[in-house]
């Protein structure tokens, strides 16, 4: 079999739905069909096997179906590509495809063949077709998460000494250790020090994470 042939697998419960899907999709330049079925019943070595690239998956009732089979996909591969088809139009069920079943796309109940066709092969290349409206609410999901993984992280900037305050603000202000030393008026050893006790206070990685700490809490403008 050619090497560009995108391997699908159908999981769907209505057995004339997904035997149509199979020979529509089989009809479908560089498109391969290699297994059709009720639900997701694969061990790592069978999927390994298979070696599919998309799992076409009945959306199904909220919390099972298609949700429940992405799950376990999910806990055996995070490389293949899950494209969920027949969700409803609601925010909360198009956020489910991706949340809880970590989907890379997903159709409408209302979707045509020809979105079908076009969504499988976005979808293998890491692309998503979605509507404005939803492209919106997941960049307001991401953002409102971003958020609160900086409000949930813990602040120890309590912990800081006067000295170490001053030199992580100067960090964020990109001098260097013997830049800070000379702004400071003491030994780049000294700022060494600092940098390496402040680093450790915070549970920070390294100088750059140390930059991005300052910025977001906006502790550079208060010294």
């Known amino acids: 079999m050619d090497h560009q042939q995108i391997r699908v697998i159908i999981l769907h419960s209505n057995r004339l739905f997904r035997e149509s899907l199979a020979l529509i999709l089989a009809q479908q330049k560089a498109i391969s069909v290699v297994r059709a079925a009720a639900g997701f019943d694969h061990t790592e070595g069978e999927l390994t096997s298979l ?23 999910r806990a055996i591969s995070s490389e293949v590509k899950i494209l969920m088809i027949g969700v409803p139009d609601t925010e ?34 890491g692309e998503a077709l979605c509507s404005p409206r939803i492209a919106s609410l997941a960049f307001s999901r991401i953002s409102a998460l971003a958020r609160q993984t900086v409000e949930s992280r813990p602040s120890n900037l309590a912990h800081l000494t006067r000295r170490e305050l001053e030199i992580i603000a100067l960090i964020e202000g990109g001098l260097s250790n013997k830049e800070i030393a000379t702004r400071l008026h003491i030994e780049v050893q000294t700022v060494k020090n600092h940098v390496h006790n402040l680093l450790e206070k915070l549970q920070l990685d390294g100088r750059r994470e140390a930059a991005r700490y300052v910025k977001e809490r906006g502790l550079a403008a208060s010294w």
């Not at 599919?52 to 298609?66: A, I, Q």
């Not at 956020?95 to 076009?118: F, T």
């Open 92 to 125: 909360v069920d198009v956020l489910a495809c991706i949340e809880v079943g970590g989907a890379s796309g997903y159709l409408l109940q209302n979707a045509s063949v020809e979105n079908l066709v076009n969504n499988v092969r976005a979808v293998v290349a």
């Open 51 to 73: 070696q599919p690239d998309l799992f076409l998956l009945d959306f199904g009732v909220p919390g099972r179906g298609g949700l429940e089979d992405a799950r376990r996909i």
